[in-house]
């Protein structure tokens, strides 16, 4: 059997902590800030944790070797 490989966008977009947890940055800050309140942008700062079920799959499918 071939090796699995990464899904190269998702190399980009996840990442995997220590324990298990799949990682991913808070979407809606590439652009168009000015339209976007303050208060808006201050919330989208940093990371995120992605909920279980939709960690499993992005583990399996996309990253699994991670």
């Known amino acids: 059997m071939p090796k699995l490989k990464t899904k190269s966008g998702a190399k980009k977009r996840f990442k995997l902590t ?19 309140t303050n208060k808006q942008i201050r919330n989208l700062r940093g990371t995120a944790i992605l909920f279980e079920g939709d960690a499993e799959k992005v583990k399996k499918y996309w990253l699994p070797n991670g």
């Open 18 to 36: 220590g324990t298990g947890k799949v990682v991913y940055a808070q979407r809606g800050k590439r652009h168009g800030m000015i339209k976007r």
